[in-house]
Nanobody
Framework: QLQASGGGLVQAGGSLRLSCAAS????????MGWFRRPPGKEREFVSA???????RYSDSVKGRFTISRDNAKNTMYLQMNSLKRDDTAVYYC???????????????????WGQGTLVTVSS
């Protein structure tokens, strides 16, 4: 199971940190990732991190967001800085036994999903 938290309302230019706690059958060796669904749009890839710490970001968040994980705590984080109104979305964490970096940005390769946490960025 995955439990996402940390969403909320923030002004443009502000920061938030999302957390995703994994439990149960979700192995700490899984790749973990963040996806988001903006209002009225399709779900999109945000960032991913493999078990050894390798990361990938979408172009829209590169340089502003930082993904990290604490394998001892089975928890992943997404530090979001310089937030923009376009970052408004429901953010979902996901995990899966992904072995290839070419698969990181595709939702279909993630076996486990959290319930989502809403991030609203106001102007």
């Amino acid at each position: 199971q995955l439990q996402a938290s940390g969403g909320g309302l923030v002004q443009a230019g502000g920061s938030l940190r999302l957390s995703c706690a994994a439990s149960g059958r979700t192995s700490s060796r899984n790749t973990m990732g963040w996806f988001r669904r903006p209002p009225g749009k399709e779900r999109e890839f945000v960032s991913a991190i493999n078990w050894s710490g390798g990361t990938r970001y979408s172009d829209s968040v590169k340089g502003r967001f930082t993904i990290s994980r604490d394998n001892a705590k089975n928890t992943m984080y997404l530090q979001m800085n310089s937030l923009k109104r376009d970052d408004t979305a429901v953010y979902y964490c996901a995990a899966g036994p992904i072995s290839s970096n070419s698969m990181l940005s595709y939702a279909r390769y993630y076996a486990h999903w959290g319930q989502g946490t809403l991030v609203t960025v106001s102007s």
